[in-house]
Structure formats: structure tokens, C-alpha cells
Nanobody, 124 residues
Framework: QVQLVESGGGLVQAGGSLRLSCAASGRTFSYYAMGWFRQAPGKEREFVAAINWSGGSTYYADSVKGRFTISRDNSKNTAYLQMNTLKPEDTAVYYC?????????????????WGQGTQVTVSS
């Protein structure tokens, strides 16, 4: 069983930055891709970014490309999402996820493990 715990959310003004962290339990963290999703009020959960098992390859949704950076530190069992130039439309609950069917950086479809989420609010 894998447990994922996000941290780093908060309230920030438009144009600001936040760094989210996702700490994972278990021995399999470095085997699989990691991803970030978000869900805004009244909207469906959407894919944001993914990183491959080694950290050498990444993939981003068009809405965040050039502003967000996903990374990982396998020695710390932790994934990160650096969010810059934040916009009010980035306001959402952000979730990290691990898909044990996937090692590459590509959009995730219904990953097996999810964190509990962390709120990000961007004020205008």
C-alpha cells in the first residue's frame, strides 16, 4: 500500500509562486511515474503534469506549460510541483498521484494511488 501526502498549498496573489510537495511511503516510489492533478470548484478533476520514474522526462497540460515544473527526488521519496506566475484560474485542490501501470511521463488515466489534496488559492 502506498500513501501520498501533499503539502505546500496556501493563498497567494496572482503572479506569485508556490511549491507543492508530495511525500510517498513504501519502497516502490522510484519504480513508477508520478503525477499532479487539480480540481476546481464545480469542475472535474484535471491532469496537470507527470514525471517519469527517473525524473528525466516530464509532460504538462497546455494550461500550465511554461509556468509549472514537476520534479522528483527518489532518495527522499518526494515529488514536487513548482508553480510560478500563478493565475486566479489555477485556484483548485491539487492532488499528487502514482500510477503503478506507468513509468513514462504521459497523461495519467485513473491512477491507483492518490493523496488527500492541498488547497491552492490565487487571489486577483
Amino acid at each position: 500500500q502506498v500513501q501520498l501526502v501533499e503539502s505546500g498549498g496556501g493563498l497567494v496573489q496572482a503572479g506569485g509562486s508556490l511549491r507543492l510537495s508530495c511525500a510517498a511511503s513504501g519502497r516502490t516510489f522510484s519504480y513508477y511515474a508520478m503525477g499532479w492533478f487539480r480540481q476546481a470548484p464545480g469542475k472535474e478533476r484535471e491532469f496537470v503534469a507527470a514525471i517519469n520514474w527517473s525524473g528525466g522526462s516530464t509532460y504538462y497540460a497546455d494550461s500550465v506549460k511554461g509556468r509549472f515544473t514537476i520534479s522528483r527526488d527518489n532518495s527522499k521519496n518526494t515529488a514536487y510541483l513548482q508553480m510560478n506566475t500563478l493565475k486566479p484560474e489555477d485556484t483548485a485542490v491539487y492532488y499528487c498521484a502514482q500510477d503503478t501501470r506507468q513509468r513514462t511521463a504521459q497523461p495519467m488515466d485513473n491512477p491507483r494511488y492518490w493523496g488527500q489534496g492541498t488547497q491552492v488559492t490565487v487571489s486577483s
